[in-house]
């Protein structure tokens, strides 16, 4: 009996192996199941998002025509060949942000916006102020209503393959939508048609064409966080905007001054990468952004910045890129002083400078002092660059585009 018991036993417990096992495999297959339909419920969770940003951002979007400033005729006879792009209301009384190239050059600009029972509205706008350099443009129409804006919100507010949505009219199709990921942040490599400006591009592989320029880009709580701007005309799925930081920092000088009056110092600089850093005789942890040249007579000559200077913060504020650097500079406004914490050699200095106006006839530091800074010898003068044998080799400019990456401004 004992033998049986013992041989019942292991049946037994066989039996509930199996048992277990079968159950096992059915709850394996319960679960995968649940698993799909949680996630089918969360896809579709946010195709729903991207729908109501989408429908409550549309009456807020414009689509604008532009007609040359020219009251000649055409040689041809032909009439004047229209402007199309995109913009979107940011005040109830009818300020409307969109991109600089798409007014630029424009004798009258008319917008269409939907009205409350959804029929096209036209109207007359005025170009209020513009800014070449960051591409944006702020314009005010009179409408007779308070008109729907849409909320500024920050670049920050979204990373890399975040969802976005992008509204404007491209090749003329108004309110059309497209969506897309963040593909990159802090695009400083690419200029559109190889102007120079102040950009700091989003990339995203949300389409944008030609009209689309001036249209929001939303993250998915419906809000502004940048500006459609510039499409790559030989690649798919790569478009450019510009955050919606920059132009909260200059717009105040638009409404005010019509144009951004930024401010100067008079210098170059450039990013300290490890190269640079040890030749300055740094560590390449060492972070700031490295003074490049000094123009003569300028704000920073006259504070006694030095080519191969390296700025490590602006009040108290740590330096990472020279781009960053250079355009919290021109943002902070004429008149505004800022305190440079900077380290020349192993030396920590700190400098206090007033931001002037550039003079119409100032050009580019790099006239002054282009050449590579090198603390292997000293200089008799502290406004020009310090070169060896070695640094007179002129880089040169960077090109505007790299090869195969031909940009147009839709």
């Known amino acids: 009996m004992a033998r049986v018991r013992r041989g019942g036993v292991r049946l037994l417990l066989v039996a509930c192996t199996l048992v277990v096992a079968g159950v096992g495999h059915a709850a394996g297959e319960g679960s995968g199941r649940v698993w799909l339909e949680a996630r089918n419920h969360e896809v579709r969770e946010q195709r729903s998002n991207l729908s109501k940003v989408a429908r409550a951002a549309m009456p807020s979007v414009v689509s604008i025509t532009t007609l040359p400033d ?30 600089a190239h798409v007014v630029e050059g424009a004798g009258n600009v008319t917008i269409s916006v939907d009205s409350p029972r959804g029929y096209p509205e036209t109207y007359e706008a005025r170009v209020v102020g513009q800014d070449l350099r960051t591409d944006c443009a702020l314009l005010k129409v009179e409408a007779g209503r308070k008109l729907p804006a849409l909320k500024l919100a920050s670049a920050s507010r ?31 490599d690419v200029t559109p048609n190889g102007r120079p400006g102040d950009y700091d591009y989003i990339q995203t592989d949300a ?27 030989a690649g798919q799925g790569i478009g450019f905007a510009v955050p919606i930081d920059i132009a909260k920092a200059i717009l105040p000088q638009l409404k005010t001054y019509g144009e951004v009056r930024r401010g100067w110092l008079g210098f170059d600089v450039r990013d300290l990468s490890p190269q640079v850093a040890s030749e300055l005789g740094m560590s390449p942890k060492n972070h700031g952004v490295v003074v490049w040249a000094v123009s003569e007579g300028s704000p920073a000559g006259r504070a006694g910045l030095r080519p191969g200077d390296v700025i490590v ?63 292997r010898k000293t200089s008799s003068s502290r406004l020009q660059p310090v070169l060896t044998e070695e640094d007179l080799e002129d880089e040169g400019p960077a090109p505007s585009v790299r090869p195969g990456e031909p940009l147009l401004g839709p």
């Open 158 to 188: 979204v990373e890399v393959a975040d969802w976005i949505v992008v509204i404007g009219s491209p090749f003329g199709l108004e309110h059309s939508v497209t969506v897309g990921v963040v593909s990159y942040k802090g695009r400083t």
């Open 207 to 233: 389409s944008i064409n030609p009209g689309n320029s001036g249209g929001p880009v939303l993250d998915l709580n419906g809000d502004v966080v940048a500006i459609a701007n510039a499409v790559n005309v």
């Open 70 to 99: 020219s009251t000649e005729p055409e040689a041809s006879g032909e009439e004047p060949q229209k402007g199309i792009g995109s913009g979107f209301i940011i005040h109830p009384d009818g300020y409307i942000l969109t991109s």
């Open 313 to 375: 913060s602006m009040d108290t504020e740590r330096v990472e890129k020279a781009s960053k650097l250079s355009w919290q500079l021109a943002a902070r406004g004429v008149g505004k002083s800022v305190v440079l914490q900077v380290r020349r050699g192993q030396q920590p200095l700190k400098v206090r400078v007033t931001l002037e106006e550039p003079p119409p006839e100032a050009k580019p530091a790099t006239t002054v002092a282009a050449r590579r800074p090198s603390p």
